[in-house]
């Protein structure tokens, strides 16, 4: 309750056990709105709040709260003469009746008949539960990685694009020294810029020609999986291209994989040096970019976070404003909700080695194209989770799905040249839904009074008049429950576009498909 009404335990403690009472009514309305308080109630609320307190003698009866509180959301309303006079409580009474309220809420909650439930859901490595003051959910964080290179932009609603198995590698781009083929990175350019969309770039897959006698790299086009053998070519291809992007391109990835030996067989030293050149010449044309440093994946391993330690140790973090990940699902199959044991373990590595950056996801595995599809339904919801798990996570700030375009993965969004998939469109729809949104808090389970398989995040969304309104996304890790809407609850939304109109009383059904309950 503490983390839903922004106040610490140790306060909100004293407050029920009768030992205080909060001088700010504004933390009192959050509670008892918390609690299913109606406007009757939140005013008579006020009355013995300003009793306790001592306002309604600095005030007079008639006057609102003090300077330095905020008013209640409904205006005190005159009790009519006619009316039997009521004895007011004590502020114990009041605190204890309170208390009960919270009670009777929290046992009604977590004790609702489990309707499909496994009997045992474990609950991800990582998954805290937390409040915060509401901060903008940036759209940029629901991005795609474009498997295209015709220009062409996703159908539903995304937020960024990422360049990568677009046929805009080094070797691609400058297949002979000194000589550039811009062509496709125009297009894609050209069709983000009319979308809206920034753009991501993404270093990688050295020219043949700067390494000839490098192991080749996962591709066709001969490119090699190593550094160049003079980092001059490097520092030459780097300005090259930022100077023919100009501010079309947003942000920078320093290179893809770059623990993979896949993807980059040269020593780290190397790679934090190339890192240290590339960020000196992007930030020289381009101060506005945001410079990644290289993705690390396989991070469920022990040599993935021995990289994170030496790349930091070596100084190499220190030039980038983000630090690039790959959180996917240990296995395909998995709840993405396992994304956040990654994101723990790349925090404390991170606490380790002494940085702090912000995270952005920028794909997946190396190995995804070899797993089976997933149902349509099952790829739908994991799509739609992806992204709120990266809102849960906080420190992420990119989330970029492996991919768009491509229709050989086991989720499909839209392949190019179709319609968009069912994971296309309800993922556009959770955008709708979070657009202009402010996220405010997030957790699961007993720690926020629900089932132990029910997930949350809280919102405040604009009505069509611009005022903020209380929201929540909710849906399982697995399985079913029946959970109360709770007080004030005004509509459930659903993915497929349907809408149902509710009140306090009414409960809904939580699946592993996210749901958007709002309230008045």
């Known amino acids: 309750m503490g983390r839903r009404v922004f106040t610490s335990s140790s306060a909100l403690h004293r407050y029920c056990s009768g030992k205080a009472v909060p001088r700010d009514y504004g933390l009192l309305v959050r509670i008892a709105t918390e609690c299913g308080a109606g406007p009757d109630e939140l005013n008579e609320l006020l009355r013995y709040w300003r ?24 205006p005190p309303t005159r009790v009519p003469e006619d009316r039997p006079p009521r004895r007011r409580p004590p502020a114990r009474r009041l605190a204890l009746a309170l208390l009960l309220a919270i009670v009777v809420l929290g046992t009604a909650v977590a004790s609702t008949p489990d309707a499909g439930a496994p009997p045992d859901v474990p609950v991800p490595a990582g998954a805290t539960s937390w409040s915060q003051a509401p901060l903008p959910v940036d759209p940029a964080l629901f991005g795609v990685t474009m498997n295209s290179f015709s220009g062409a932009m996703p159908a539903f609603r995304v937020g960024a694009v990422r360049l990568w198995d677009s046929e805009t590698r080094w070797a691609q781009l400058e297949p002979r020294r000194g000589e550039f083929d811009w062509s496709t990175l125009d297009r894609l350019l050209g069709g983000a810029e009319r979308a809206g969309l920034p753009a991501l770039f993404v270093f990688g897959a050295t020219p043949a020609w700067a390494a000839p006698d490098a192991r080749k790299a996962a591709y066709g086009d001969g490119s090699r999986a190593a550094p160049p053998d003079d980092l001059d070519d490097w520092d030459a291809f780097v300005r090259a291209l930022v100077r023919h992007a100009g501010d079309r391109i947003d942000a920078y990835e320093l290179w893809v994989m770059g623990n993979h030996e896949h993807h980059y067989n040269g020593s780290v030293r190397t ?18 970019a945001t410079v990644v440093c290289p993705s690390v994946t396989e991070l469920w391993t022990a040599s993935a976070h021995r990289f994170l330690l030496r790349f930091a140790e070596l100084g190499g973090y220190q030039y980038c ?8 699902q240990h296995r395909v199959t998995d709840p993405p909700e396992t994304m956040l044991e990654a994101v723990r373990d790349v925090e404390r590595t991170f606490q380790r080695a002494g940085y702090h950056l912000p995270l952005w996801n920028t794909g997946s595995t190396q190995t995804l194209p070899l797993n089976d599809p997933l149902p349509e339904d099952r790829a739908a919801e994991h799509a739609v989770r992806f992204y709120l798990t990266g809102l ?24 190019e040249g179709q319609p968009p998939a069912k994971a296309g469109l309800y993922v556009g729809r959770l955008q709708q839904w979070l657009a202009h949104a402010r996220v405010r808090a997030c957790g699961h389970g007993v720690q926020i009074a629900l089932p132990e398989n029910v997930w949350q995040c809280e919102f405040l969304i604009p009505d069509e008049h611009g005022t903020p309104r209380r929201a929540r996304v909710r849906w399982t890790l697995a399985g079913t429950a029946d959970v109360p809407v709770g007080g004030g609850a005004k509509s459930v939304r659903y993915l497929d576009g349907r809408v149902r109109e509710v009140d306090g009383r009414d409960s809904e059904r939580i699946t592993e498909r996210p749901l958007l309950i709002e309230y008045g």
Do not use: C
Not at 275 to 283: F, G, M, N, P
Not at 392 to 415: D, T
């Open 51 to 74: 009793t306790a307190t001592g306002e309604a003698r600095a005030t007079g009866s008639g006057a609102g709260p003090a300077p330095g509180t905020r008013p209640p959301p409904h």
């Open 321 to 328: 404003d983000a630090a690039g990940v790959k959180l996917y």
């Open 392 to 415: 849960y996570a906080r420190q992420v700030r990119r989330m970029y799905f492996y991919a768009w375009g491509n229709s050989k993965i086991p989720v499909v969004l839209q392949a």
């Open 271 to 288: 790679l934090v040096e190339m890192t240290r050149r590339a960020s000196r010449v992007i930030r020289e044309h381009d101060r506005d």
